[in-house]
């Protein structure tokens, strides 16, 4: 195997062990990870991508102690916890404006489905299925050099780095923040984000991160105390109001 | 080239490369189209501008949306990248027509309401099941091998932790044969003695055990959600039930002759949609017409009905009727959205629109505005009653010899000889029995002076061609052929008699209705006799007193002759019944299990050997209405136990049950198995142990048809182009499913062979044996109109008008109504019915949702009615308990009953009523919990949840009038605690400790509102309610979200629901064993209980309760509610408000 072959194939590792490790639990997994071998496969995958320097591997290494203490038990009650607060933390089109989610679940399909693969039993924004998306990309790639196809090669590397671009490497960094309180899945989404950051770095790209946090936006609030403060049919307001549209349209549209 | 293959493919995989311990699929979530060459395809370098559109849709198709109100639209959704990217109207409805090629109209157009828009955001969110889920301690009671106690047969308690309990997602297959053994195990159980001794050791009734005979198949209960919007999907429950029949043949080794299917619950009649009076006075289920009728209408009368909001797609046609010059009245309990669409307003006390009704009838009959032909010619008013032993006169008493006439207008057969299917009945259908028990008829001539026979053939222009003029008013003497001298008085007169105690200043006591009002009510009918829409809605109907308003709203129309004409009838617009029109159902629903018919061609043979029963038992305790000395259910009606349930998208059977937590604290712990298909997680699957993950609407393999109540048109379920979105199944294919695990199970094939169909995908032989039967569907073939709804176009029932009005064949084609004498009775002469003072349509009193003392009777002077006695049943007169009351009958002139009390009213608080109707924006539980949804619902909608008190991002709230609230401290947007009768509820035996006290005592905002007078609460009905796993979510999720952290069921509460406060009530005379109806399909005419026709409806507006504050309304619980705080809110407006609302800003 070649030198880029096999960093390809590295990053492609750590993609599908991700892809796993977010996927609901089983008993055969966490043994994985419960032993080691979890870990011992993402580090030597990592130490195999100079780019990674940054990404700390003590998130992975603090995961075999994690199952031991929390069991099976409670690494599925943690999958169920975060996956049913006030959004299910694990899909892309839950931090996504509701009334355009279905545009960009539909634009996340389209990369599969030009890259000619299919899904079933889960919808496409799925972060374990976003992950594997890339792994299949990557092992495209990788064919594609083997057979020396420069046009192919080259169009799965702008595959990656726009699928980074417009989707996984816009969410990954608010999920990691919504799921830091919890055992397993804390380090876990926090090694997942530094990798994304990583991998980021390693195409260029810096994208447009969503920091939409529910509950922190005071816009309407602002617009309610306007009303209130000042002695003016409140009618007359709506033309104020008008001068946050911008903001607001961001907001609801 | 060298290329990869799947084998090299592998290599590439951490399994393939390191050589893991552990195994996994090397593709987990995405396939390759490729599956042999994984990574061998690439787009052109230009995929982008094709893939990635996000303004264009790839392709397009219809779904129809058939959520429970009911009016089902097909609707269009764009899809891009296989994901449905939005949901528009087909505008096909313009192009329906029917076999004879009448076409719909434009005006039909657009259809498809705010839910609809959104929709797609449900196909897709977060609680969509995503595959068949068990309950873990019913999963290890089925593998424990279903230990049970010696003694009583019950399971042991630990394996049944509702609501508390973890679950786990099983492949559908396991999950079939899982049911099938709890179905076998649990029939087997309770078949024969040793079944009926555990059944006496746990309690139930001996009434309901005497009615299973034996057959542990009765206890196995299924319940097809409102059944029309599925008639296949949902309605093969009822299939399901009848196929229980093969299990008993081998659990007590019967023959097929012997053998005893399931039982099904009833639908309409349990959501309390059902209007019980109307069979009372027509035999009809429900008189009604298309809401399309409104243009038609020169008056429009709305009484209870909030048209506007709970008919979306539907309320243009109120809208248009006015702009076209007709004048609309609206009677409700609240200044409601739709009033603003009216001539006039009409505020009423809650629950006396029947005493309003008979303050009408009292001026339309005393000053003579009553349509004197139509009286005469389709009414029972004319005909004589016995004064001595209240009933109908009959001729074989007073005239020697009498034989029956020979009717003209039915067949009459003897019991021994098949009716011929449904769909083939072009006249009634009488047996012989009944026939000589009902016999003829009398009225008083006026002419001769003498009585008169008639039989039930002679109405309208059949009775005026007999030239006898009949005395409206009158006592009169006839001999007997005995030689008694009897009393007899006309019903016009015994009705005239009772009504002098509705004069207009009492009535407007009673109600709070003006006395002008009323007087100007009966002078619009009047005016406009056979032009006049009475559209009722659910308002009055959930009270106890329901069926007496529907024989109010009867009396009106007949008397104004506003029955049957196109654009002057009566209608009842709740729920979703016409099941009717679908009267090839037989070949379906009650195919003959043992003879299933495999040739696609042939019809099917079908043998009912399922029963019905009403499911206000089982949530009344699981037991009928036994009180004082006497069982009051009558025998047809009477329930069996229930250890099994099976339903299908339905969350009112427990979720939005009435009481439901008393349902779910003491009864459902006695159901062994409940199972039910849902694509969205309800309150209901909280507490369920068997949930299959089934189809959304988007997404049917298996087409299907339905219908609607409110229009013309017959809707198909076309099969869906797009992919599953998560593993789910059919509906249908759980059914076959598990018939095919108990094949493997028995190793018999009949199980298997009655689906068969199914499993070779081809339904549509189903549906077309059901075409071919009905008439309103005669001449289409499936497949054509499937090819339709693809398109967009909906078909349209073959009907003989278009709107279609309940009657109109009766009014203008002289033909009997299904009744025994033929017309339309307002007098009821069968005990249940004299005993309980129902003889006449009196008014009662609500039975609880009442200042006064409850279900009182109120009469001047009437000796025509003679009720039995509290003391008679075997209790006092002053016993006013629950139980009591639906029992108790007592007689009280308006005068003294004003002067009387709620019992409650000794409670310190107790003094508000509590109304829970159907709400604007959801209307309906369906699509409430949608966030988009959610938001619009009420004021107090927050996407951002800026008070982590919030249960969602919207919630319940209850409408109060400002100036109750101050007297109770309450201010604008306060969390306040509800109670109702501490006797019974939340549940029975609470107790503030217990947890599940905590759970279902209600909580919820406090809105003020000067709609609602004081006195009166108001709460939109059909909300998701909390549950033990949503109150657990609320206090230890960070977030504060009322959602169970196990299923992510979200309520909309933060404790507590709407049904907290209401209970099941059993009405005696909706369970009498003699009334005399119109079967469900076909124009048979039986008697007694028929599901959904003539029995219990329950009373969820029936509560009356005190109001506490809980806390202050501000963020966190600091201060006021924002909104009231900044003064814009009702009630609590600042000065810059007020002059906002005098005007004084116009310039």
């Known amino acids: ?129 976003e992950l594997e998306f890339m792994r299949m990309v990557i092992l495209k790639e990788i064919r594609a050099i083997a057979n020396e196809e420069g046009e192919k090669v080259e169009i799965c590397a702008e595959v990656q780095k726009g699928f980074l671009d417009s989707h996984i490497g816009r969410w990954i960094p608010l999920m990691a923040s919504f799921l830091e309180p919890f055992t397993f899945y804390g380090p876990l989404a926090a090694f997942a984000h530094e990798w994304i950051q990583a991998e980021c770095t390693l195409m260029g790209i810096k994208p447009d991160v969503l920091d939409y946090v529910i509950g922190e936006d005071k816009i309407v609030d602002k617009i309610v105390d306007k009303v209130a403060d000042e002695e003016q049919c409140p009618v007359a307001f709506v033309e104020d109001w008008s001068k946050d549209h911008e903001t607001l349209s961001k907001l609801y549209t | 080239m060298k290329d990869f293959s799947r084998r090299e493919f592998l290599r590439w995989t951490l399994a393939g490369a390191a050589g893991l311990s552990v195994s996994w699929p090397v593709s987990a979530f995405l396939q390759p189209i490729d599956i042999e060459n994984p990574l061998g395809s690439y787009p052109d370098r230009d995929w982008e501008t094709v893939y990635r559109d996000k303004y264009k849709y790839d392709s397009i198709f219809t779904f129809t949306c058939a959520p429970n109100d009911t009016h089902n639209c097909i609707l269009r959704a764009y899809v891009r ?257 739709t009033a603003n669409k009216c001539d006039e307003v009409i505020v009423i006390r809650p629950g006396t629109d029947h005493a309003l009704l008979l303050g009408i009838a009292r001026i339309l009959m005393e000053e003579k505005l009553f349509d004197e032909d139509y009286v ?148 619009y009918l009047a005016q406009n006799k056979a032009s006049t829409f009475l559209a009722v809605g659910m308002g009055p109907n959930q009270f106890f007193n329901a069926a007496l308003k529907d024989r109010g709203i009867h009396l009106v129309a007949a008397l104004t002759n506003n029955i049957g004409h196109i654009g002057g009838s009566n209608g009842s617009f709740a729920g979703n019944y016409r099941i009717a029109l679908y009267n090839g159902l037989p070949q379906f629903i009650i195919e003959n299990p043992f003879e299933p018919e495999l040739n696609p061609t042939e019809m099917a043979k079908p043998k009912p050997y399922l029963k019905f029963e009403s499911a206000h038992y089982f949530s009344h305790g699981d037991k009928p209405l036994r009180h004082g000395n006497k069982l009051f259910t009558g025998s047809t009606h009477i329930p069996t136990p229930t250890k099994f349930l099976w339903f299908a998208n339905s969350n009112s059977i427990i979720g939005n049950a009435k009481w439901s937590y008393d349902l779910i604290v003491n009864t459902m712990p006695k159901v062994e198995a409940i199972v039910m298909n849902e694509w969205w997680w309800t309150m209901s699957c909280e507490y369920s142990d068997v949930v299959f993950g089934v189809d959304s609407w988007a997404e049917f393999k298996t087409p299907d048809m339905c219908g609607s109540v409110t229009n013309p048109f017959n809707q198909v379920f076309p099969r869906s182009p797009i992919n599953r979105i998560h593993d789910t199944i059919g509906d249908i294919e759980t059914y076959a499913g598990v018939a095919k695990a108990l094949s493997k199970m028995t190793n018999d094939k009949r199980f298997e062979n009655y689906w068969h ?152 608080g107790y003094k508000y009523i509590f109304l829970t109707p159907k709400y604007r924006h959801g209307s309906h539980s369906t699509p409430i919990d949608l966030d988009v949804v959610t938001v619009w619902y009420g004021p107090f909608g927050d996407l951002f949840r800026h008070d982590k008190r919030m249960p969602w991002v919207g919630e319940a709230y209850v409408y109060i009038n400002p100036a109750d609230a101050r ?144 806390e202050d309304g501000g963020i966190g619980g600091k201060g006021l509610w924002r909104p009231a705080a900044a003064g814009f809110t009702a009630g609590n407006e600042n000065d810059v408000m007020k002059r906002y609302l005098n005007a004084e800003y116009i310039a």
């Open chain 1, 1 to 129: 195997m070649t030198n880029d072959k096999n960093k390809l194939f590295q990053r492609s590792l750590v993609y599908e062990l991700l892809s796993h490790a977010f996927a609901r639990p089983t008993l055969n997994f966490m043994d994985f990870v419960e032993s080691g071998e979890f870990c011992t496969h993402m580090v030597t995958s990592l130490k195999a991508l100079p780019y990674c320097g940054n990404v700390d591997p003590h998130n992975i290494e603090v995961l075999a102690n994690r199952v031991k203490a929390l069991r099976f038990d409670g690494v599925l009650s943690e999958y169920e916890e975060i996956t049913s607060y006030k959004i299910n933390y694990l899909y892309e089109c839950n931090y996504q404006n509701r009334f355009s989610a279905l545009t960009e679940m539909a634009d996340i399909a389209g990369f599969y489905k030009a890259f000619s693969y299919t899904y079933s039993g889960e919808k496409p924004d799925f972060l374990p299925m």
């Open chain 2, 81 to 337: 990248n296989g994901i449905i990217v939005r949901v528009m109207p087909t505008y096909g409805f313009s192009k329906a027509k029917d076999y004879y090629g009448n076409q719909a109209t434009a005006r039909w157009e657009p259809r498809c309401c705010n839910k609809a828009i959104v929709l797609s955001r449900r196909f897709y969110g977060d609680r969509r099941l995503k595959g068949t889920m068990v309950r873990k301690g019913f999963y290890e009671w089925v593998k424990a091998g279903f230990p049970r106690g010696q003694e009583d047969g019950k399971p042991p308690k630990e394996y049944f932790k509702r609501g508390e309990d973890t679950w786990l997602k099983v492949p559908h297959e396991e999950a079939f044969d899982i049911v099938a053994k709890a179905l076998a195990n649990i029939g087997t159980t309770y078949s024969g003695q040793p079944g009926k001794d555990f059944l006496e050791r746990q309690g139930y009734d001996p009434a309901m055990l005497e009615k299973m005979a034996g057959a542990g198949t009765q206890v196995l209960k299924f319940r097809g959600g409102m059944p029309l919007l599925g008639i296949t999907r949902l309605l093969g429950l009822v299939r399901m039930a009848n196929m229980m029949a093969i299990l008993d043949t081998h659990i007590r080794q019967t023959t097929p002759q012997d053998a005893v299917g399931g039982r099904h619950f009833d639908n309409y009649s349990w959501h309390t949609d059902l209007p019980p009076g109307h069979p009372m006075v027509s035999g009809q289920q429900t008189n009604d017409c298309d809401l399309s009728m409104a243009e038609h209408a020169k008056f429009i009368l709305l009484i209870g009905m909030n048209w506007i909001c709970t008919k979306m797609p539907d309320s243009h046609w109120l809208t248009e009727a006015r702009q076209r010059g007709s004048k609309v009245v609206t009677i409700a309990t609240e200044y409601q959205a």
């Open chain 2, 376 to 523: 005469k010619t389709f009414t029972d008013l004319p005909i004589l009653v016995r004064t001595d032993n209240l009933q109908y006169l009959r001729a074989s008493e007073v005239v020697p010899g009498y034989q029956l006439a020979a009717l003209k207008q039915a067949v009459v057969f003897t019991e021994d000889k098949s009716v011929p299917p449904p769909g083939t009945h072009e006249m009634q259908y009488v047996n012989d029995q009944m026939r000589a028990q009902w016999g003829d008829h009398l009225v008083w001539n006026v002419k001769t002076d003498k009585p008169e026979v008639i039989n039930r053939d002679m109405v309208g222009e059949h009775f005026k061609a007999m030239g006898v003029e009949p005395a409206l008013k009158g006592k009169f003497k006839v001999t007997t052929i005995d030689g008694a001298e009897v009393e007899v008085r006309t019903v016009f007169d015994i009705l005239t008699e009772y009504l002098n105690e509705f004069t207009v200043e009492n009535v407007s006591e009673i109600t709070w209705t003006p006395v002008e009002a009323i007087k100007n009510l009966a002078q």
């Open chain 2, 757 to 908: 169909f199914i499993y070779k995908g081809e339904a549509d032989v189903y549906l077309d044996r059901i075409i071919k039967a009905s008439t309103s569907l005669k001449g289409y073939k499936f497949s054509t109109l499937e090819e339709l709804a693809f398109n967009g176009i909906p078909s349209m029932k073959n009907l003989r008008t278009y709107p279609k009005v309940v009657g109109w064949e009766q009014t203008n084609e002289n033909k009997p109504w299904y009744t025994k004498t033929g017309r339309l009775e307002f007098y009821r002469e069968e005990q249940e019915f004299i005993e309980t003072g129902e003889n006449l349509p009196v008014y009662r009193e609500p039975i609880d949702a009442t200042f006064y003392e409850p279900n009182v009777i109120v009469a001047g002077n009437t000796p025509m009615l003679r009720p039995m006695k509290p003391d008679q049943y075997g209790f006092k007169e002053e016993d006013l308990d629950t139980e009591s009351r639906q029992v108790r009958n007592i007689v009280k002139s308006w005068q003294e009953l004003k002067k009387t009390n709620h019992p409650l009213k000794k409670l310190e």
């Open chain 2, 967 to 1110: 007297e109770n401290g309450i201010n604008d947007g306060d969390y306040i605690w509800i109670d109702a009768d501490p006797e019974d509820r939340p549940y029975h035996g609470w107790k503030k400790e217990d947890k599940d006290y905590k759970v279902a005592r209600l909580m919820c905002r406090a809105r003020y509102y000067k709609a609602v007078p004081q006195g009166i609460l108001m709460m939109w009905h059909n909300q998701y309610q909390s549950t033990h796993g949503t109150v657990k979510g609320h206090e230890e999720n960070p977030d504060g979200l009322a959602r169970n952290p196990l299923t992510n069921y979200q309520s909309l509460f933060r404790y507590g629901g709407h049904q907290s406060a209401t209970r099941a009530w059993l009405g005696p005379t909706l369970m009498t064993d003699s009334l005399v109806r119109k079967d469900v399909f076909g124009q048979k005419i039986g008697k007694g209980f028929l599901p959904d026709i003539h029995c219990p409806v329950g009373a969820p507006r029936e509560s009356f309760v005190k109001v506490t504050k809980a």
